[in-house]
């Protein structure tokens, strides 16, 4: 909880520094404080609670480099901290590794000055995670990387759909091609619109390279074929994320047993006692006296949840919507820079596209947390004579106490008669 208060209050303050509106800046502090999401998130322990803190710090640092226009990387700490920053958001989830990657392109061309500078603190990170965790310290802790299926939800959903409709279209090789890579014979009648776990369960790990190959060959001319049924699956996982449906409660999580999930739902988690034994001790355990107090608790937030405004940041189509006006109102206003630097916001819609899970709040939790930050910036930019305005005035006040203190060491150098006459 505490990271989460730290990244909320830096990122509104260093907006504050770079000349966004100080009421909206208030306004987005409030929301922070009182919209139930942010502290619920904050107390969850789990990978996306994780990942989204790190965001934070992430995005903090972004917001440092576009507004000191790179000259932020001429400091060595804060080089060596975007280096830790980046690795740890990588560790937590492997999405961090794709929005890094691309903001590291943007960066790179954007301040050609810092160009060295930008590929010490973004490359390095990622090849540290890529080669040093991920491939050495996984294979001497005996650690299963994570399979090529979690990256091809999108196409086996659409291939299950395919061959739930039009099945008796597929030919002979086609079936083959698809069988060394999903289970043929169950992916139809597993296919669920909203989620694409039970088809990529079957995904077999021992195809090779090539079987995938023609598998995406067979994909493409099925496409072809029926693009409608492509279109509608992936609209059909994915619609929930720009729908505006407030029945939705994926990923909200108002009780703290959420540990239980794993027990209950993770295979890799039931196969190990030691793991399980784990689990059960970072559980939350409710004492039984305060048992009645917590559900009147719990009851209360899910009805404030339902309350205009609040219902906003628990709704992922309705979080997508600000998204997209804070960025159209950067477009309008011209300020393009602000579109780059907030980019990593929209980069996480796009990952919750390629998602397994139907609106699931969880998956776009990290952009959620920048929405206030991002609106702020978005409509509550000074101008630039009103930022001058400012600079006149602080600096006016500056100059006027500096007079002061010095008209009083003149006063003090004088005889007592004297000092009288001195307007201090």
């Known amino acids: 909880m505490i990271a989460f208060i730290v990244a909320f209050s830096s990122i509104i303050a260093t907006l504050y520094r770079f000349k966004v509106n100080h009421t909206l800046l208030k306004i987005s502090l409030v929301l922070y404080a009182v919209i139930p999401v942010f502290p619920l998130y904050s107390l969850l322990i789990g990978g996306d609670s994780f990942f989204s803190v790190f965001f934070l710090y992430y995005m903090l640092e972004i917001l440092w480099i576009f507004g000191t226009k790179g000259a932020v990387l001429k400091n060595n700490k804060f080089i060596l901290a975007m280096i830790l920053e980046i690795f740890l958001m ?20 954007y301040f050609s000055k810092y160009r060295a500078r930008i590929a010490v603190c973004m490359v390095v990170p990622i090849i540290l995670f890529q080669f040093g965790y991920c491939g050495a310290f996984f294979k001497v802790a005996k650690i299963a990387s994570v399979g090529k299926q979690e990256a091809l939800s999108v196409c086996f959903q659409q291939t299950a759909r395919y061959v739930k409709y039009h099945g008796d279209e597929v030919t002979q090789e086609e079936e083959e091609a698809i069988k060394k890579v999903l289970n043929y014979k169950d992916i139809g009648n597993l296919y669920d619109p909203n989620l694409s776990d039970p088809v ?17 060959k067979v994909w493409l001319s099925m496409g072809l074929k029926h693009p409608g049924e492509y279109i509608q699956s992936f609209i059909a996982n994915t619609y929930q994320y720009y729908y505006m449906e407030f029945r939705n409660k994926r990923g909200l999580y108002l009780k703290p047993e ?36 917590r559900e009147k608790g719990v009851l209360a937030m899910d009805t404030v949840r339902r309350f205009p405004v609040v219902s906003w940041f628990t709704n992922p189509g309705v979080i997508t919507w600000m998204m997209l006006i804070g960025f159209f109102a950067l477009w ?3 300020r393009y820079t602000s579109i780059l630097e907030f980019l990593p916001v929209f980069l996480i819609f796009g990952v919750c596209l390629l998602s ?53 060491r003149i006063a003090r150098t004088l005889p007592e008669d004297k000092r009288q006459r001195v307007k201090v």
């Not at 937590?92 to 960066?107: E, I």
């Not at 077999?204 to 995406?216: A, G, P, R, V």
């Not at 959420?258 to 970072?282: C, N, T």
Request: glycine share 4%; proline share 5%.
């Open 200 to 216: 990529k369960k079957t995904f077999k790990t021992e195809s090779t390279s090539e079987d995938l190959k023609n598998y995406f």
């Open 332 to 334: 309008t206003k011209r």
């Open 356 to 408: 397994p899970k139907n609106g699931n709040l969880r998956y776009l939790y990290p952009a959620c947390c920048m929405v206030p930050a991002l609106l702020a910036a978005a409509f509550g930019n000074l101008r630039e004579e009103q930022a001058n305005a400012i600079e006149d005035t602080k600096e006016v006040s500056k100059r006027r106490r500096a007079g002061s203190r010095k008209k009083h």
């Open 90 to 109: 990588s560790a937590s989830k492997n999405q961090g590794v794709y929005v890094a990657a691309a903001m590291f392109l943007f960066c790179i061309i």
């Open 258 to 293: 959420i540990m239980d999930f794993y027990i209950g739902k993770r295979p890799w988690v039931q196969k190990s006692e030691a793991i399980q034994k784990l689990i059960r001790k970072l559980q939350v355990h409710v004492p039984e006296n305060l048992k009645p107090v």
